[in-house]
């Protein structure tokens, strides 16, 4: 509790009164209230994409793949995406297609591809980012297989003939 002790100076008229404050029940409030804040409060929860992961155990077969019921999407630097659909023989400057992520283009480059495909049902979409493409890219680009409504990707990196025709591209 709060105590008032009174004390005299000893060359003056005047006394001066020390107040001591006790704290102790202010400090019990205190806890109350930050325990009942912490109670009752929501906390957010964190925003996570989900995506989807092969099954641990063993590695399915290969599945050999017409090159034409699968779009590769190739994430390069400075926001540049290319596409193809051919395989390491065909594929040339001419067939390395460029795009970007403005309006929704890659999404109907996605729906045009799976329209032409021979076997919709296994229509896949391979997404190959480089090292010089950064994340949100990559974000951009499942948002965009989310707005095409295909359930069918992977991730991969990209191989040595799809980087000479690249680098000849960029450069």
């Known amino acids: 509790m709060a105590e ?43 925003n996570v994409m989900d995506l ?4 641990k155990g063993n590695p399915p077969s290969p599945v050999v793949m017409n090159q034409k019921n699968q779009v590769t999407f190739i994430l390069g630097k400075d926001n540049r995406v290319f596409y193809h ?12 297609k460029e795009t970007d992520f403005s309006g929704i283009k890659v999404s109907k480059i996605i729906s045009e591809a799976y329209k032409s495909a021979p076997n919709p049902e296994n229509f896949t979409i391979i997404i190959k980012p480089t090292d010089e493409a950064n994340y949100k890219n990559f974000v951009d680009m499942l948002d965009n297989i989310a707005i095409a409504k295909k359930e069918r990707y992977g991730v991969t990196d990209i191989k040595p003939w799809e980087t000479k ?6 450069q």
């Open 4 to 46: 008032v002790i009174a004390q005299e100076k000893q060359g003056g008229r005047q006394k001066k009164k020390l107040i001591r404050v006790d704290m102790t029940p202010m400090v019990d409030l205190g806890f109350l209230l930050i325990t009942f804040f912490m109670f009752t409060t929501n906390f957010t929860k964190p």
């Open 52 to 55: 989807g992961l092969p099954a």
């Open 85 to 96: 659909q051919s395989n390491a023989v065909d594929l040339n400057t001419g067939n390395l």
């Open 165 to 170: 025709i690249y680098k000849e591209l960029v």
